[in-house]
């Protein structure tokens, strides 16, 4: 069959929910009207470490309005406790593998130790401040300084996924043969993810049937992980998140609160809403953890890498082995025969931590570019061009050929945008009054996510000729709303103001949840899929059918456009084909299998960033001045949603290197910082022209539309650049995160 030609996809078209979200017609879950809704409030441990020795409601429990107080005396035990595993594998995803309020120890700071239930948020609040809770309390392991000793290499990291440790050759071998070595240790406070939404969930049963408004970036992944920890079966549970506002990873896994609050509901016998206030977005959802990591390189005086090593430490928690992957991208991305990759975790009192944005690169690719920024000065080469020495068109860990990169042309072109030719690269030269002004450069790779299972979308086409195309994940402010009208409208040979795109429902077709920048891609193949599958049908119909103009034509020759289906001389519109065969509409479900996880392969996205700052020489102060980011990210499914996703990435980048950041109280065990106030993130007033572009790449193995991905490379060596950058301006060489004035005086 001729494919129509593309029209839409690609297109800068505005948000389709836009105008819902900013004038407050989107509905969030914490914003379902039900009636009789009752609301709890989730009461965490003082405590980081000890046991609850006893917990005295009976002031709460007088209070007006009060339904319930639950604690592990009243509060029904799990089913089952489902394994670890990250959401985009298609499975049950809960936060962790510890479930909260089923015995009396505490693990950490702000772990749930019991449920107010009441008539009103105010009341549930009120009457939580009134529980007496008495604690057996032991010193708290929080920070690197208290678990460096007690360190150990994990098997397995993230969920089971990844290996603790990752070889090739022999790195002692490659670093004799250096002629220059460099080797720093770089040190990042742990981050916060702060989505305008704090987490909610609304449960309402009606007998044995649960309907869940969550919060999540996988309404199935909710489904299965509630379904798992209560012993309900799935068929029984549906999960709704029509809208859902930002998320960067705190909504991937599936932390306690939804299951709390359908037990709450359950116990009280009413509708519960159960929302997360912003201090306990801080306790209850992950984190990126605080980390150290250390990276040698070796190179000869050409500049070729002889070897990398790659080690990180950072705590977990006491029952998971969790580190965001920020080791395993160094293995891949540079030609280098020895490399060496390994993690050690130690036990701390912590959750685990989670995915956020860009979890592990982010982070690994600040310390590795750095390195290399260090080594291009030791060797007196450019950065880019030690980076061209080192490029490989295959995945250096595997041998595998990319999929499809570009990475040479978004240095080329991100240099040409930023004007990086005839840079002077001695640091401290250039100075404007006060201000020292340095720019740096690093390169970006984020992985195009394997993902385990098939992905479904349906397409109905009614006999007005207007199109609704659904799938189940959430619209989680990424655009893909938007997005996959315009694919739909291309599959289905329509325009693209006729097609609909609805999600954020269980009952809609299953679509693994959007994490790991997967979203656009796997999407896309599915809503692609069934809606060239209802074409096809429609077509073949015609053509079939002695009553259509089009009967006996050739099916591969008959092209669709704007919903009229033509061949040479004869036409007929989809809707007059439905409305003489007295069909109200036609639909199709279409289904996607992503390849396999030995596809032979290396599956990244690449892109380069560059940075100019200047730095007060007196004070310390850093501004970003400009930024630049070329990416090549396969193809661009909405030139506007994909260019504000970098741009968001970016500035995110620059919170990373500037601002953002929290630590433990080592004597407490408590979070420094609960609030927007205290946690910094960039404002209007922080952010620089961000100069964004895009290079599109053509890559037919890693989904049928070839879409790799934004939402998370824009952030990805951002820190490292603007590091670089500091370097530059001021010949100092800071390896931690974020970047302080006190670093810098
Ligand atoms: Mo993304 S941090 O994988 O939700």
Not at 413 to 425: K, Q, S, T, V, Y
Request: some cysteine.
């Amino acid at each position: 069959m001729t494919a129509t030609i593309p029209s839409a996809t690609g297109q800068p078209l505005d948000r389709v929910d836009g105008y819902a979200k900013v004038s407050g017609r989107a509905r969030y879950s914490a914003e379902i009207p039900i009636p009789d809704m009752a609301y709890a409030y989730v009461v965490g441990s003082r405590i980081a470490a000890g046991r609850v020795t006893g917990i005295d409601a009976s002031a709460a429990q007088a209070e007006e309005g009060v339904l319930a107080v639950l604690t592990r005396q009243t509060l029904p035990r799990i089913a089952e406790q489902p394994p670890l595993i990250p959401s985009l594998a298609g499975t049950a995803a809960p936060g962790q593998t510890f479930f909260p309020v089923q015995d009396d120890t505490v693990h950490y700071a702000g772990q749930p130790i019991a449920l107010v239930v009441a008539d009103t948020w105010e009341r549930a609040q009120h009457a939580a401040r009134l529980l007496r809770v008495s604690y057996e309390e032991t010193p708290p392991v929080t920070t690197l300084d208290q678990g460096r000793d007690l360190a150990y290499e994990p098997e397995r990291i993230f969920g089971g996924w990844i290996p603790g440790r990752s070889e090739r050759g022999d790195v002692a071998a490659g670093l004799r043969e250096a002629d220059v070595t460099v080797d720093g240790t770089y040190t990042y406070a742990a981050n916060n993810h702060n989505p305008l939404e704090a987490s909610c969930t609304t449960a309402q049963w009606d007998g044995d049937d649960l309907l869940l408004y969550d919060a999540t970036q996988g309404v199935n992944a909710t489904q299965m992980t509630v379904s798992r920890l209560l012993g309900i079966p799935m068929s029984r549970i549906r999960v709704i998140g029509h809208y859902v506002g930002g998320s960067f990873g705190s909504k991937a896994m599936i932390h306690a609160h939804p299951t709390l609050a359908a037990m709450a509901a359950r116990a009280v016998g009413r509708p519960v809403k159960l929302f997360l206030t912003r201090e306990q977005m801080f306790t209850s959802v992950g984190h990126r953890e605080e980390q150290e990591q250390q990276v040698t390189l070796g190179a000869t005086r050409e500049g070729r890498l002889t070897a990398i090593r790659h080690l990180k430490l950072s705590p977990t928690s006491h029952f998971d082995d969790w580190a965001e992957p920020s080791v395993g991208t160094s293995s891949q991305i540079y030609a280098c025969p020895h490399y060496e990759g390994a993690y050690r975790l130690f036990r701390a009192n912590t959750m685990t931590p989670t995915f956020m944005r860009a979890p592990g690169e982010a982070s690994g690719m600040h310390a590795l570019e750095c390195s290399l920024d260090e080594l291009a000065h030791e060797l007196g080469l450019d950065p880019i061009e030690l980076r061209l020495r080192n490029h490989t068109e295959v995945d250096a860990m595997t041998g595998h050929p990319w999929s499809s990169s570009g990475l040479r042309e978004c240095y080329e072109r991100g240099a040409d945008r930023f004007g990086w030719a005839g840079r002077d690269p001695r640091p401290g030269t250039r100075r404007e009054g006060d201000w020292l002004i340095g720019t740096g450069m690093a390169t970006a790779s984020y992985p195009v996510a394997p993902l385990a299972n098939p992905q479904r979308a349906r397409a109905r086409l009614y006999a007005d000729g207007t199109a609704v195309v659904q799938a189940a994940t959430p619209d989680f402010g990424t655009g893909v709303a938007t997005v996959m009208a315009q694919v739909a409208a291309d599959g289905l040979g329509l325009g693209v103001d006729r097609c609909r795109f609805e999600s954020g429902d269980t009952d809609l077709p299953n679509i693994a949840a959007a994490v790991g920048s997967a979203g656009a891609g796997m999407i896309s193949a599915a809503v692609h899929s069934a809606a060239t599958a209802l074409r096809r049908q429609l077509v073949d119909s015609a053509v079939a059918d002695p009553g259509s103009p089009l009967f006996g034509a050739d099916p591969v020759r008959v092209v669709v456009r704007d919903g009229v289906m033509t061949a040479g001389a004869a036409s007929e519109s989809y809707s007059d084909l439905l409305r003489r065969t007295l069909r109200p509409d036609a639909e199709a479900v279409g289904q996607w299998n992503p390849p396999a996880h030995d596809v032979p392969y290396g599956m990244m996205t690449f892109g380069a960033q560059f940075a100019e700052v200047a730095v007060d020489a007196d004070l310390g102060v850093v501004r970003v001045r400009r930024m630049t980011g070329a990416f090549a990210p396969g193809r661009v499914l909405n030139a506007k949603t994909a260019r504000s996703q970098l741009m968001g990435g970016m500035l995110w980048g620059l919170g990373q290197a500037l601002l953002e950041a929290n630590h433990m109280d080592p004597d407490t065990g408590h979070w420094v910082s609960s609030s927007l106030g205290e946690y910094l993130v960039p404002v209007n007033a922080d952010a620089p022209d961000v100069d964004v572009e895009l290079i599109e790449v053509e890559d037919d193995v890693v989904n049928p539309l070839g879409v790799k991905g934004v939402g998370e490379i824009g952030q990805v060596g951002v820190s490292a650049a603007i590091a670089n950058a500091v370097h530059h301006a001021t010949g100092r060489r800071i390896r931690e995160l974020p970047i302080t004035i006190e670093d810098l005086i």
